[in-house]
């Protein structure tokens, strides 16, 4: 790496002291855990954002595309949603995570990822040196599922065109799938988070790495190891998308 270039060390124990600690885990032994807390990954901060892309369909922006989806009316979640969730973060940015659909906060605030899960998953940005105003946030769908029940597949169906369109758009050189339901609508696959972890994806040309939703860490703490070495090889290869593009 070029000595000139701005780079972070990101400590395994200083993650595990934020992501682990804070969430009411109790963690008796870190080696048990994670390993050597000597542990490090070396980050480069990515380049500026450059300006925002338009959109090939129609010639138009995100703006319009988020009028659009304010107004859909394409399955029945609009008459139970408060809020449309179209997305947020950086129009430009070169890694868009993406969730499976919105929760209750989510609902009332308009805002992907806010609730404790949103606040989690800063901590796991903070960790690989990102911060929401590096990457950019959406959801397979744009309104939340009555109850949190799983979508439908008719509903992903209806919002396909608006995802397209925003990663069109964004056109980033990574996408992380956050948990199973995502990573199989995006993927269409029925193959277990276990697998799609462990294998090679595409979306239409971009790069897929597949993880657990912070939601599951929150319920199951031993999934923090393995979302750990994820979030590693996100990094990295974040980093190497951007030396060659």
Not at 31 to 43: F, L, N
Not at 135 to 161: H, Q, S, T
Request: overall charge neutral; some cysteine; charged content about 30%.
């Amino acid at each position: 790496m070029n000595n000139s270039a701005e780079n972070t060390n990101v400590s395994l124990k200083k993650y595990l002291k934020r992501l682990l600690l804070n969430d009411h885990v109790v963690l008796h032994n870190f080696e048990d855990c994670c390993g050597s807390p000597e542990e490090k990954i070396m980050v480069k901060t990515s380049p500026a954002g450059e300006e925002e892309k338009e959109m090939v369909s129609g010639g138009s922006d995100l703006d319009s595309l988020e009028k659009a989806v304010t107004g859909c009316r394409r399955c029945e979640l609009y008459r139970t949603r408060n809020n449309t969730v179209f997305g947020a973060g950086n129009r430009a940015a070169s890694i868009v995570f993406i969730g499976e659909a919105p929760g209750r906060d989510e609902d009332l605030q308009g805002i992907p990822f806010v609730g404790r899960a949103g606040k989690l998953l800063d901590k796991i940005l903070e960790a690989i040196g990102f911060s929401r105003d590096d990457i950019y946030i959406a959801n397979i769908l744009k309104c939340r599922p009555p109850g949190n029940r799983d979508p439908k597949e008719e509903e992903v169906e209806a919002c396909e065109r608006y995802l397209a369109a925003q990663l069109k758009s964004i056109d980033p050189v990574l996408i992380c799938a956050l948990g199973r339901v995502a990573a199989q609508n995006l993927l269409k696959t029925k193959a277990s988070l276990k697998v799609l972890r462990e294998s090679e994806h595409y979306y239409n040309g971009i790069r897929v790495v597949a993880t657990y939703h912070p939601a599951a860490l929150l319920r199951n703490p031993a999934y923090k190891r393995p979302t750990w070495e994820d979030m590693k090889l996100l990094r990295r290869l974040h980093d190497e998308a951007l030396e060659t593009r």
